[in-house]
T-cell receptor, first 114, second 113 residues
Framework: DAGVIQSPRHEVTEMGQEVTLRCKPI?????LFWYRQTMMRGLELLIY????????DSGMPEDRFSAKMPNASFSTLKIQPSEPRDSAVYFC????????????FGPGTRLTVT | GENVEQHPSTLSVQEGDSAVIKCTYS??????FPWYKQELGKRPQLIID?????GEKKDQRIAVTLNKTAKHFSLHITETQPEDSAVYFC????????????FGKGTHLIIQP
């Protein structure tokens, strides 16, 4: 199994541009989570999906952030327009069906907004 | 919502000594407490976890203890080795279903040779 796949691994963009981060969960996992990691705030949960349905998006910082999961094997996190304070590492994680506990993290996307 | 406090933020120990990292949580309904290890530039990886119906769990040199009454849990690493150097995060999960994790701020563990 390839594990959770995220792309791109690194993204550098200018303020005001749209950014789309992508995630492919482990096959058979039915829950998917988006986290953001910064030095100041640590690891924060942004949003999670269960069976492709958004369950809790209370961690999404503002309306500039949106996430979708059109099918069980793909999710996107979009920032529009991006700002320098959005610079962080964004992790996607997925959870096996029937367990709902252990979360497997992807390699992360390092986003730099200049 | 859940709030997780983690201490210390940095811990330096001599190789071979033990290391202890402590966390407290606020939501008495939390029922799952994992510990993640993150090496520089890498993803967090689960090293051990404990559920609220268990008081202690051990896996080789790593052990976790849970005190539900006091709402705190700890990670113990014995006979520390250089490869144990990393940032360690505790986390808590509330309620049922596949809820997200609330993480502590992390402990940078440094193993001195």
């Amino acid at each position: 199994d390839a594990g959770v796949i995220q792309s791109p691994r690194h993204e550098v963009t200018e303020m005001g541009q749209e950014v789309t981060l992508r995630c492919k969960p482990i096959s058979g996992h039915n829950s998917l989570f988006w986290y953001r990691q910064t030095m100041m705030r640590g690891l924060e949960l942004l949003i999670y999906f269960n069976n492709n349905v958004p369950i809790d998006d209370s961690g999404m910082p503002e309306d500039r952030f949106s996430a979708k999961m059109p099918n069980a094997s793909f999710s996107t996190l979009k920032i529009q327009p991006s700002e320098p304070r959005d610079s962080a590492v964004y992790f996607c994680a997925s959870t096996p069906s029937g367990r709902g506990y252990e979360q497997y993290f992807g390699p992360g996307t390092r986003l730099t907004v200049t | 919502g859940e709030n997780v406090e983690q201490h210390p933020s940095t811990l330096s120990v001599q190789e071979g000594d033990s290391a202890v990292i402590k966390c407290t949580y606020s939501d008495s309904a939390s029922n799952y407490f994992p510990w993640y290890k993150q090496e520089l530039g890498k993803r967090p990886q689960l090293i051990i976890d404990i559920r609220s119906n268990v008081g202690e769990k051990k896996d080789q040199r790593i052990a976790v203890t849970l005190n539900k009454t006091a709402k705190h849990f700890s990670l113990h690493i014995t006979e520390t080795q250089p490869e144990d150097s990393a940032v360690y995060f505790c986390a808590a999960r509330s309620g049922g279903g596949a809820d997200g994790l609330t993480f502590g701020k992390g402990t940078h563990l440094i193993i001195q040779p």
